[in-house]
């Protein structure tokens, strides 16, 4: 393998370094400076806080391009024009202890599963979104969570609304942060709430798991690229609630209304500072899931194992059981939302020959055979360099959406909804990976363009959001421990 590229060296491109050396700050309408450009290259400034967090021109300077990126990500410093200091990281309340979350996920013996049990609570926050390992690494990024993060920002905040008040989780202390509401001992749990039934989307009588993002903690590194990330991790996190949640016996609703997300924040979360990026409602309890076998019952320790492999990912070229895609097929099938597919271009797993797959509507097709190493290396390029060793990964994959008729009927907001749908479903490759012990690298270093032609995407219509390398991690530097509270 040559030029293999991660994060910290991925904007190698001459042309983005000559970009950003016009960069300068101003302050967007939140307080929030971000670096734009004025290098006389035609581009208007933009600021992403404020009405317009995703304005049509992200699709080009942070999809088809990553030329929102500033030169400084590849020194770490933080985005010229941003804030020095961290933003605050969570807002100031009563705090409540959670329960020590269980150590595997299944649904209460005696009991529908419901909010109001205390271990259920605990359980489908911490494996949502909780700080599940601690990284030693000497000048490592030390805190990893269930979901995986573009350089562990962390951007996305997670919300337990219920009709009487609301309460932000804090992972690192496994506790809810009183944002609104006043609350007895009896802590998050003491309305009726999924109690009541489907509820049918009202903010007035059901319990919401509100996701939020503050741009402000990721753009601090990656500038003007910070919302394209932070719509991406929204909705991994989205996928996260969704499936743990269906773990424990939990039915959800999951939703991407404006109006619903207006109302729930409304009054409740720290406007100024977070975007509402989506939801999901708790609905009664189910008993039997669909799938008996997804989620599988051996999804806590998956999670607990979940990682995105070494800086540079160079995994060992070992082929990967047939079990990886059968269960890739049954998490897909069971993502909150649909209208994605995801190609797979399958290298190395047992029993199935190397090719072009598609998984979409609930099915797997073959669509091509033969080793797809080319299409990956043409494909999985940043500015110019080889993104990961695909010489050596089992699978990759490529979660594609319709973003000619989403943006035909939504607008700018397409952005963040197409977002939210792949980002659950990159959430669940991630997740089957693990649970078959490899590592999961999600890399937006490939050229949307090729990846559009060479996969076949229909023209004009389908665009790729998400890659996703999949392989066996080797040995290497890091040594991360799991976190239990
Ligand atoms: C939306 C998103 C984009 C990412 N993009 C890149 C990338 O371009 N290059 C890279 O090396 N890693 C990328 N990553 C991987 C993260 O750096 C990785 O998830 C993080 O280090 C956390 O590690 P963990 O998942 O093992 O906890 C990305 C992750 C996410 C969620």
């Given at each position: 393998?040559t030029?293999?590229?991660n994060?910290?060296?991925g904007?190698?491109?001459?042309?983005?370094t000559?970009e950003?050396?016009?960069?300068t700050?101003?302050?967007g309408?939140?307080?929030?400076?971000v670096?734009?450009?004025?290098?006389?290259t035609?581009?208007?400034?933009?600021?992403?806080a404020g009405?317009d967090?995703f304005p049509?021109?992200?699709w080009?300077?942070?999809?088809?391009?990553?030329?929102?990126i500033?030169?400084?990500?590849?020194?770490?410093y933080?985005?010229?024009?941003t804030a020095d200091a961290?933003?605050?990281p969570?807002?100031h309340?009563?705090?409540?202890?959670l329960v020590?979350p269980?150590?595997d996920?299944v649904?209460p013996?005696?009991?529908?599963?419901?909010?109001?049990?205390?271990?259920?609570l605990?359980?489908?926050?911490?494996y949502?979104y909780?700080?599940?390992?601690h990284?030693l690494?000497?000048g490592?990024?030390?805190?990893?969570?269930?979901v995986?993060?573009?350089?562990c920002r962390y951007?996305s905040?997670?919300t337990?609304v219920t009709?009487?008040?609301a309460?932000?989780?804090?992972p690192?202390?496994?506790?809810?942060?009183?944002?609104?509401g006043?609350?007895?001992?009896d802590q998050?749990n003491?309305q009726e709430?999924?109690?009541?039934g489907?509820?049918?989307g009202?903010?007035?009588?059901s319990?919401?798991i509100?996701?939020?993002s503050?741009f402000?903690?990721?753009a601090?590194?990656?500038?003007g690229?910070?919302?394209?990330?932070c719509?991406?991790?929204?909705g991994m996190?989205l996928?996260?609630v969704?499936?743990v949640?269906?773990?424990?016996g939990l039915?959800?609703?999951p939703?991407q209304d404006?109006?619903?997300?207006?109302v729930?924040c409304?009054?409740?979360?720290?406007?100024?500072v977070?975007?509402?990026?989506?939801?999901?409602?708790i609905?009664?309890?189910?008993?039997?899931p669909?799938?008996p076998t997804?989620?599988?019952?051996?999804?806590?320790p998956?999670?607990r194992?979940?990682?995105?492999g070494?800086?540079i990912?160079?995994?060992v070229?070992?082929p990967?059981p047939?079990?990886l895609?059968?269960?890739?097929?049954?998490?897909?099938?069971a993502?909150?939302?649909t209208?994605?597919?995801?190609?797979l271009l399958v290298q190395?797993?047992?029993?199935?020959p190397?090719g072009?797959?598609?998984?979409s509507?609930?099915?797997?097709?073959?669509v091509?055979?033969?080793d797809p190493?080319?299409?990956?290396?043409?494909?999985?390029?940043?500015?110019?360099r080889v993104s990961?060793?695909?010489?050596s990964?089992?699978?990759?994959?490529y979660?594609?959406v319709?973003r000619?008729t989403a943006v035909?009927r939504y607008?700018?907001?397409?952005f963040?909804?197409?977002?939210l749908?792949?980002?659950?479903?990159?959430?669940?490759?991630?997740v089957?990976?693990?649970?078959?012990?490899?590592?999961a690298?999600?890399?937006?270093?490939y050229d949307?363009?090729?990846?559009?032609?060479?996969?076949?995407l229909t023209?004009?219509e389908?665009t790729?959001?998400?890659?996703v390398?999949?392989?066996?991690?080797?040995?290497g530097?890091a040594?991360?421990?799991?976190?239990v509270?």
């Amino acid at each position: 393998m040559t030029g293999a590229t991660n994060e910290t060296d991925g904007t190698g491109d001459p042309s983005v370094t000559e970009e950003a050396t016009g960069v300068t700050g101003v302050t967007g309408v939140t307080g929030v400076t971000v670096a734009t450009r004025a290098d006389g290259t035609g581009r208007t400034p933009r600021s992403f806080a404020g009405e317009d967090p995703f304005p049509l021109a992200l699709w080009a300077e942070a999809v088809y391009s990553r030329r929102a990126i500033p030169a400084t990500l590849a020194s770490g410093y933080p985005a010229p024009g941003t804030a020095d200091a961290e933003p605050d990281p969570l807002p100031h309340g009563p705090r409540l202890q959670l329960v020590s979350p269980p150590l595997d996920l299944v649904p209460p013996a005696d009991s529908p599963a419901a909010l109001t049990d205390p271990a259920v609570l605990s359980a489908l926050l911490h494996y949502s979104y909780g700080l599940l390992q601690h990284d030693l690494t000497p000048g490592g990024w030390p805190l990893h969570r269930a979901v995986a993060s573009a350089r562990c920002r962390y951007p996305s905040e997670l919300t337990l609304v219920t009709p009487t008040a609301a309460f932000r989780f804090d992972p690192l202390h496994h506790q809810l942060v009183v944002l609104t509401g006043s609350v007895t001992g009896d802590q998050a749990n003491d309305q009726e709430g999924d109690r009541t039934g489907d509820g049918g989307g009202d903010p007035g009588t059901s319990r919401f798991i509100v996701i939020t993002s503050r741009f402000a903690r990721t753009a601090r590194l990656y500038g003007g690229y910070a919302p394209r990330l932070c719509a991406q991790e929204a909705g991994m996190l989205l996928g996260a609630v969704h499936l743990v949640a269906a773990a424990l016996g939990l039915r959800t609703r999951p939703g991407q209304d404006q109006e619903t997300l207006r109302v729930l924040c409304a009054d409740r979360l720290p406007d100024a500072v977070e975007h509402p990026m989506g939801y999901l409602e708790i609905l009664r309890s189910v008993e039997q899931p669909a799938d008996p076998t997804w989620p599988p019952p051996d999804l806590a320790p998956a999670l607990r194992a979940r990682h995105s492999g070494a800086a540079i990912f160079d995994p060992v070229p070992t082929p990967s059981p047939r079990a990886l895609l059968t269960d890739l097929g049954a998490a897909l099938a069971a993502a909150p939302f649909t209208g994605f597919s995801s190609h797979l271009l399958v290298q190395r797993v047992a029993g199935f020959p190397p090719g072009h797959y598609v998984h979409s509507d609930g099915r797997l097709r073959q669509v091509s055979d033969g080793d797809p190493l080319e299409l990956l290396e043409q494909t999985g390029q940043t500015e110019g360099r080889v993104s990961v060793n695909f010489r050596s990964t089992a699978c990759t994959a490529y979660i594609a959406v319709r973003r000619g008729t989403a943006v035909a009927r939504y607008g700018a907001d397409a952005f963040r909804r197409l977002h939210l749908t792949a980002g659950a479903a990159a959430h669940l490759l991630c997740v089957v990976a693990a649970r078959h012990g490899l590592s999961a690298r999600i890399h937006n270093g490939y050229d949307a363009a090729v990846a559009e032609r060479l996969l076949g995407l229909t023209p004009g219509e389908e665009t790729v959001l998400f890659q996703v390398a999949i392989g066996t991690a080797r040995p290497g530097a890091a040594f991360r421990i799991p976190v239990v509270f």
